[in-house]
C-alpha cells in the first residue's frame, strides 16, 4: 500500500467512530450520503474517496473493528489465570458489547443489507467459537472443565443459542431483558461443562460478575 493510500485509508479510519454514532442516532435508512458528508462536514465527493456507495459504506464502517475493544480481548486471551477465570472476564466484555446493540440498526441491516448482516454475523462467530474452542481446551488441561467434553459441538450450541435468544421475542413472551438471559445461558454452560472442582471454583466467584452486571446497567 503506497503512503498516499495509507493516509487516505487512515482518514477513512478516523470517520468510522462518527459516522456509526450517526447511524445509531438516526438509523440506516434515514440518512443519505449527502446527510453524512454534512454532518461529517465535508463534501460526498470526498466521502466518495473511500468508498463506493451507501452499501459500501455500511460495509465499511460495521466490519471495522474498533482498535479499543479489540485490544480489550486480546489482554483477556493473554491473561495469567484459569480458564473459568478468563471466560468470567470475557462475560464482561461481552455484557458491555450487548449493552452497545441497536435494536433498530440491527432490524435495518437485517432487512436493508442482508448480504453486509450475514459477513458482519459471520466474522463475529468465527471469532467467538475459536475463543470458546481456545478457553475450553485450557480448562479441560486445568481439570476445571470435563474431559470428555466435545469442543466443537459444545462451542456451535453455546453461540448459536445465544443468537437464537438475541432475535427471539423470548424477552417480552418471559418479561425480562436480554442481559438476564445471558446471565442464565452463560450460567448453564458453565455448568454443562465443568468438573467439580469447576463448578466449587465458579461458584466462589459468580457473585462479581452478578455484581458487575448489576452496577453498570
Known amino acids: 500500500m503506497t503512503d498516499a493510500s495509507t493516509s487516505s485509508y487512515d482518514r477513512f479510519l478516523e470517520l468510522v467512530p462518527p459516522i456509526k454514532e450517526l447511524f445509531y442516532a438516526y438509523g440506516l435508512k434515514s440518512l443519505s450520503m449527502d446527510d453524512l458528508s454534512r454532518h461529517l462536514g465535508i463534501s460526498k465527493k470526498t466521502l466518495y474517496q473511500f468508498v463506493k456507495n451507501k452499501e459500501d459504506l455500511v460495509e465499511k464502517v460495521f466490519l471495522y473493528e474498533d482498535p479499543k475493544t479489540m485490544e480489550l480481548g486480546r489482554r483477556v486471551a493473554l491473561e495469567d489465570c484459569n480458564a473459568i477465570e478468563k471466560l468470567l472476564n470475557i462475560s464482561k466484555l461481552a455484557y458491555d458489547e450487548i449493552k452497545k446493540i441497536n435494536p433498530m440498526i440491527r432490524f435495518e441491516m437485517e432487512k436493508y443489507y442482508h448480504a453486509t448482516w450475514e459477513k458482519i454475523m459471520m466474522k463475529k462467530k468465527q471469532y467467538v467459537v475459536e475463543g470458546m474452542k481456545l478457553n475450553m481446551e485450557q480448562g479441560i488441561k486445568e481439570k476445571l472443565y ?72
Request: charged share 25%; net charge negative.
Open 146 to 217: 470435563r474431559s470428555d467434553v466435545n469442543i466443537d459441538l459444545m462451542a456451535s450450541i453455546y453461540l448459536n443459542t445465544f443468537i437464537e435468544l438475541h432475535h427471539s421475542d423470548i424477552c417480552k413472551i418471559l418479561d425480562v431483558n436480554f442481559v438476564q438471559l445471558f446471565e442464565v445461558l452463560f450460567e448453564n454452560h458453565i455448568r454443562a461443562i465443568s468438573t467439580p472442582d469447576g463448578l466449587a471454583y465458579f461458584e466462589s466467584r459468580k457473585a462479581e460478575i452478578l455484581e458487575y452486571i448489576k452496577n453498570n446497567k
